[in-house]
């Protein structure tokens, strides 16, 4: 049951344009989703979150928009650098919900190569 | 900038095997968490733990498996005896606040640790 999907694996992006990275939920309960990113050999490290109450969240280049009646959101990177390309996840979690609410519940992640 | 610690990098073992992984959360955060990444697959909780004791857990993390904070900065993980499945990333979490408390809270993640069961 894949509560979070990100449908593309991967995305190629030429340096300086926009990167836009999708997600899909399906579980209602969920109200705050963050964006992970990973290099190899490394773990999951924080890029940017966002409330339920909020449509969109910012933060230098990068910034998360959630449209909650479709239950998508993504992560837009302009402009898109070399060091961007990494594995980015999305990520949600149920406040109070019980069942796993201290879990992240993850996507399987979609690897962004940044091209010169 | 504080990080979280997971030793060791790597380990191959045979089935049936116990092996423990080891972490080292930032000092001053109070909730801890595994998760783990099978190659190709999302990255999955398995367990969070608080106040020395397990506060959630997943269906993956069955009788198998066991956490523990032996003393004050080393939290582990067990796993009894190793089936081939449990090949995997496993990936040490730790966070200020538990995330039932505030969904606004960020874990800050090892690097992980990698297991081979043969």
């Known amino acids: 049951d894949q509560q979070v999907k990100q449908n593309s694996p991967s995305l190629s992006v030429q340096e300086g344009r926009i990167s836009i990275l999708n997600c899909d939920y399906t579980?209602?309960?969920?109200?705050?989703f963050l964006w992970y990113k990973k290099y190899p050999a490394e773990g999951p490290t924080f890029l940017i979150s966002?409330?339920?109450?909020?449509d969109k969240n910012e933060d230098g280049r990068f910034t998360v928009f959630l449209n909650k009646s479709a239950k998508h959101l993504s992560l837009h990177i302009v402009p898109s650098q070399p060091g961007d390309s990494a594995v980015y996840f999305c990520a949600a979690s149920a406040l109070g919900s019980g069942g796993g609410a201290d879990g992240l519940t993850f996507g399987k992640g979609t690897h962004l190569i940044i091209q010169p | 900038e504080p990080e979280v610690t997971q030793t060791p990098s790597h380990q191959v073992t045979q089935m049936g095997q116990e092996v423990i992984l080891r972490c080292v959360p930032i000092?001053?955060?109070?909730?801890f968490y595994w998760y783990r990444q099978i190659l190709g697959q999302k990255v999955e909780f398995l367990v969070s733990f608080y106040n020395n004791e397990i506060s959630e857990k997943s269906e993956i993390f069955d009788d198998q498996f066991s956490v523990e904070r032996p003393d004050g900065s080393n939290f582990t993980l067990k796993i009894r005896s190793t089936k081939l499945e449990d090949s995997a990333m496993y990936f040490c979490?730790?966070?200020?606040?538990?995330?039932?408390?505030?969904?606004?809270?960020?874990?800050?993640f090892g690097a992980g640790s990698r297991l081979t069961v043969l």
């Open positions: 979490a730790s966070s200020e606040e538990g995330l039932a408390l505030s969904g606004a809270n960020v874990l800050t």
């Open positions: 000092s001053n955060h109070l909730y």
């Open positions: 966002i409330s339920s109450i909020k």
């Open positions: 579980n209602s309960m969920f109200d705050y």
